[in-house]
């Protein structure tokens, strides 16, 4: 991420999406600096601490932007962490720095076809790319939520077919995921792949996929968000010894 302040901004409405997800509109000031066109990009929430605990940074999507606004969507869970808590919390008025954003990674756009996989966390960027596919896109989305009453709308492409997989417990499963791609019919031509999730889920993933479907690592986007029992801090330390290992 690049090393620019962190901005302040204000929240500017708050709008329940479905029982586990929360959509907060950030703004005021901070978009007169703010990178035009980035919606599916990460940003960190700075997060301020409390007696003895420092400040801490949350990673995030931009799911939508427009002149005066970004639209922050959170998943909400009993267990949440402190950004969670934080957004249930969140009120217009309140304010909250904000560092970023990050680089955009976004579905390769000249693919055949397209693949695009992921749970919750990973909603607001896959929604974001859906809407940036061309009208002929053709291909398949498989997402994970908490319950059947968390299925979102989706602005796609006729031709992208959309499954969704209803796991109570997050992260308790890492293989919901994985069978829903296994049971695809693989599409001829070359595949434009997205995917973001859980990290033991995403490692199951990219085995399939590089294993199984013979798709080279370097031609799609493949994530973890986080990671199952482990704060932010461990996750990414994680996904550092992971990437280590794979050579990335």
Known sequence: MPKTPPRAFTVLARQPLTPHMLRLTLGGE????????????????VLPGEGDTPARLRTYSVRQQREDAIDVDFVLHADGGP?????????????????????????AEDADWYLLVGDMTALPAIAANLERLPPQAAGEVILEVISEADIQPLAAPPDM???????????????????????????????????????SAMRRLRRHLIDERGVDKRQMYLSSYWKYGASEDGHRLSKREDAEREGA
């Open 30 to 45: 901070a978009m007169r600096t703010f990178p035009a066109d980035q919606s599916s990009a990460y940003i960190k929430l």
């Open 161 to 199: 077919r959309i499954r969704w997989l209803v796991q109570a417990h997050p992260g308790s499963d890492s293989a919901g995921l994985l069978e829903a791609v296994r049971e695809l019919s693989w599409r001829p031509g070359k595949a434009g792949i997205w995917v973001a999730c859980e990290f």
């Open 83 to 107: 950004a969670a808590n934080w957004a249930r919390h969140a009120r217009p008025g309140d304010v909250i720095d904000v560092a970023g954003p990050g680089p955009v990674k976004r579905v």
